[in-house]
């Protein structure tokens, strides 16, 4: 199921957890885990952080 998916990649992410682990945790192959975990985007590049905005008010 999808959410399984997402939900193992960010135990990963979060954990850095091997796949081997994770993959007897939720009663799956391994394989299943590196597939699932590898077709999660990545968050460092997409979710950039903006910049931060500049006060420019005068006190």
């Known amino acids: 199921m999808f959410t399984d998916r997402v939900l193992v990649a960010l135990v990963h992410r979060r954990t850095q957890l091997p796949h081997a682990v994770l993959a007897e945790l939720c009663s799956v192959s391994r394989s299943t885990v590196t597939e699932a975990i590898g077709r999660q985007p990545d968050t460092r590049t997409v979710c950039r952080p ?4 500049r006060d420019r008010r005068r006190w």
């Open 50 to 53: 903006h910049r931060p905005v």
